[in-house]
């Protein structure tokens, strides 16, 4: 089933993008923006709480404009945000919550639309092997989630410990940081999952279930349960 390749593939690289600035967002507030780990979980909830809102939204424009296009529209976005964070500098505190909320605008899209393509996927599949097997397309997306989230962590391990970052003692104040580490760590949150997104973009531009191929599916099925009663 090809496009359920593509699927796997946008999916795996918008998931490693989230999970990357997930990991990497507390070293990035508390270590280069300077600010009390007290912070970290309120610029977490602009991200996931914008991301909550505009799931609702984007599923509404999904059915005007496309699945693909609200995921290069959602990406956009994204994009600007990561830059910004990026090129962000301590004492941007408003500025910080400002790119979390573009961010979280973005985010919604990794949610949404790789999920939203697999009955798509399903419908092809049936039509082309005459059985429904949701089952194995969704108990697969599953594991790509959680290879996404062990992926995402091991590399944003492995960047602070090549860079140098200095752990924290647990009862000791928060230790000053070489710049190699904090230059690790604004890449982390920036070009990096900027990278991945890329990837998840090319491959969606060459998803070949169109919103008129799936109705022509759809169609076909129909015909065929027609003929079949």
Do not use: C, D
């Given at each position: 089933n090809r496009p359920f390749l593509?699927?796997?593939?946008?999916?795996?690289?918008?998931w490693l993008g989230v999970?990357?600035?997930?990991?990497?967002?507390?070293?990035?507030?508390?270590?280069?923006?300077?600010?009390?780990?007290?912070?970290?979980p309120l610029v977490a909830i602009a991200v996931q709480g914008?991301?909550?809102?505009?799931?609702?939204?984007?599923?509404?424009?999904?059915k005007k404009v496309g699945k693909k296009a609200v995921y290069f529209m959602g990406v956009a976005f994204w994009f600007i945000a990561?830059?910004?964070?990026?090129?962000?500098?301590?004492g941007q505190v408003k500025l910080m919550y400002f790119l979390a909320v573009l961010a979280g605008i973005g985010v919604?899209?990794?949610?949404?639309v790789p999920w939203s393509l697999i009955p798509d996927v399903i419908d092809l599949d049936e039509l082309n092997t005459g059985e429904r097997r949701e089952g194995v397309?969704?108990?697969?997306?599953?594991?790509?989630?959680k290879m996404g989230l062990a992926i995402g962590l091991f590399l944003v391990g492995l960047a602070l410990e090549f860079a140098g970052f200095i752990e924290r003692v647990?009862?000791?104040p928060i230790p000053v940081q070489p710049e190699s580490a904090l230059l690790a760590i604004r890449i982390a949150i920036g070009p990096l999952p900027t990278c991945f997104l890329v990837g998840g973009l090319i491959l969606a531009s060459f998803y070949p279930i169109?919103?008129?191929?799936?109705?022509?599916?759809?169609?076909?099925?129909?015909?065929?349960k027609t003929i079949n009663n």
């Open positions: 593509y699927v796997i593939g946008i999916y795996l690289f918008s999970q990357l600035t997930a990991s990497i967002l507390p070293f990035f507030v508390v270590n280069w923006m300077g600010l009390s780990e007290e912070t970290f914008t991301a909550l809102v505009m799931l609702f939204i984007w599923t509404a424009v999904s990561q830059a910004g964070l990026f090129l962000l500098q301590p919604s899209t990794a949610y949404l397309f969704y108990s697969f997306m599953v594991f790509l989630q647990p009862g000791e169109t919103k008129s191929a799936h109705e022509e599916i759809l169609l076909k099925l129909k015909e065929r």
